[in-house]
């Protein structure tokens, strides 16, 4: 049995989606840890933001109050699941099942400047929220003309005018062009970690 939950682009990046599969396990694929609880929060939290983040896992089978992690893709942990009486198997969301969902009508390089690159600018997205109806016949449309007030922008440019530049919307993934923001962003200079000229650096202990 899967339980999917529906993906959401807007939410922070680290609240993944997972798939629970009831009675299956994938024992084709490496242990890549093994925890001593079957708390599902406390081992979804270590996946995403505790101290298994950034480890490849992609899946975490309970049984008998412990818990397997495995290191592997969406796409391996389905291949590999198998029937297996008591278990839980929990497969971490692909984040490109949606990725048609997310897309966005943007003008593309015409959005703010970039961080410490004023030069380089990132997407213009659009939220366009337009309600048309269904069906409109010759006459009914004739008539509405006659009684609506006119148009209250009318243009008075044409795209050959000497100001007027003309753009070209682009359907583009807006979490997948947060990420690349994030990895055209400089690297921070050295002296950001001092407190100005002659500072001292500040080193953090744990008691």
């Given at each position: 049995m899967i339980r999917p939950v529906a993906y959401n682009p807007f939410k922070e990046e680290e609240e993944a989606d997972w798939d629970l599969f009831d009675d299956c396990d994938c024992p084709s694929l490496e242990n890549a840890a093994v925890a001593e609880t079957d708390d599902?929060?406390?081992?979804?939290?270590?996946?995403?933001?505790?101290?298994?983040?950034?480890?490849?896992?992609?899946?975490?089978?309970?049984r008998g109050?412990?818990?397997?992690?495995?290191?592997?893709?969406?796409?391996?942990?389905?291949?590999?699941?198998?029937?297996?009486?008591?278990?839980?198997?929990?497969?971490?969301?692909d984040p490109e099942a949606s990725a048609n969902l997310r897309l966005m009508q943007a003008v593309e390089g015409e959005g703010l400047p970039r961080l410490k690159s004023?030069?380089?600018?990132g997407n213009l997205f659009l939220i366009l929220n337009i309600e048309f109806p269904t069906t409109l016949p010759a006459a009914a449309a004739a008539q509405l003309l006659k009684?609506?007030?006119?148009?209250?922008?009318?243009?008075?440019?044409?795209?050959?005018?000497?100001?007027?530049?003309?753009v070209t919307l682009k359907a583009i993934d807006p979490v997948k062009s947060y990420k690349?923001?994030?990895?055209?962003q400089p690297e921070p200079d050295d002296d950001d970690d001092e407190d100005g000229p002659g500072g001292q650096r500040v080193q953090c202990a744990q008691q």
């Open positions: 599902v929060t406390a081992c979804k939290k270590a996946c995403e933001k505790g101290q298994l983040k950034g480890k490849g896992i992609g899946a975490f089978v309970q109050g412990k818990t397997v992690f495995k290191q592997c893709t969406h796409a391996e942990a389905i291949a590999a699941k198998a029937p297996a009486k008591g278990a839980k198997m929990f497969i971490i969301g004023p030069f380089e600018h009684v609506l007030p006119p148009p209250k922008h009318v243009p008075t440019v044409s795209e050959d005018s000497d100001d007027v530049e003309v690349e923001h994030l990895a055209a």
